[in-house]
């Protein structure tokens, strides 16, 4: 069964700094991997997707890499700003099922970037 | 505009009490989900469906019931047989087929407290 595990778990850092969270999953076989942002009491909204083929992609200040074969991906923000804390998950998307059966999600860091 | 609706935001629920959660989506996504989160945890899947009159179990199934009569409506019930459920509850759509698998759209959330 496919687990993510996310590190670390709460992270805070002064505004400005540049900072990367860390995702891992245990089972290579994947459609996809995901990046969401979820601000408290709300829902989630999708960051970055890499597909299976891919190795990074980007958006802005944030960068998500991908190595498939290692089972890692790291979300990179650069310039953080006291705008960008929330708590980020991390899911992937497994090939079983025809890859529309859900993602399977890590517990998510808790970021708090001070002003 | 284009999303997934969620309702109510927030509902309290005596024991014993069967509630029903609304989902709806105008995004004409085959697909749609529901996921729960607890505090500190990541989202766990309850029910998915990948197409109109037709569902699936996901990992903690027990205690929920769904139907999928339209395309636009996923609606979930949460019968009194689930032991523990104050929880906050995600609603998630996506196209199927391998570019769009599991490129999940979040709607806002539904609260859930058990009184």
């Known amino acids: 069964k496919q687990e993510v595990t996310q590190i670390p778990a709460a992270l805070s850092v002064p505004e400005g700094e540049n900072l990367v969270l860390n995702c891992s999953f245990t089972?290579?076989?994947?459609?996809?991997l995901q990046w969401f942002r979820q601000d408290p009491g709300k829902g989630l909204t999708s960051l970055l997707l890499?597909?299976?083929?891919?190795r990074e992609q980007t958006s802005g200040r944030l960068n998500a890499s991908l190595d498939k074969s290692s089972g890692r991906s790291t979300l990179y923000i650069a310039a953080s700003q006291p705008g960008d804390s929330a708590t980020y998950l991390c899911?992937?998307?497994?090939?079983?099922?025809?890859?529309?059966?859900?993602?399977?999600f890590g517990k998510g860091t808790h970021l708090i970037i001070q002003p | 505009d284009g999303g997934i609706t969620q309702s109510p935001k927030y509902l309290f629920r005596k024991e014993g009490q069967n509630v029903t959660l609304s989902c709806e989506q105008n995004?004409?996504?085959?697909?749609m989900y529901w996921y729960r989160q607890d505090p500190g945890q990541g989202l766990r899947l309850i029910y998915y469906?990948?197409?109109?009159?037709?569902?699936q179990k996901g990992d903690i199934a027990e205690g929920y019931s769904v139907s999928r009569e339209k395309k636009e409506s996923f609606p979930l019930t949460v019968t009194s047989a689930q032991k523990n459920p104050t929880a906050f509850y995600l609603c998630a759509s996506s196209t199927t087929g391998a570019s769009g698998a599991n490129v999940l759209t979040f709607g806002a959330g539904s609260r859930l407290t058990v009184l």
């Open positions: 469906s990948q197409i109109v009159n037709d569902f």
């Open positions: 089972d290579s076989a994947i459609y996809n």
């Open positions: 995004l004409n996504h085959d697909a």
């Open positions: 890499i597909q299976s083929s891919q």
């Open positions: 899911a992937v998307s497994g090939v079983s099922g025809g890859g529309a059966d859900g993602l399977t």
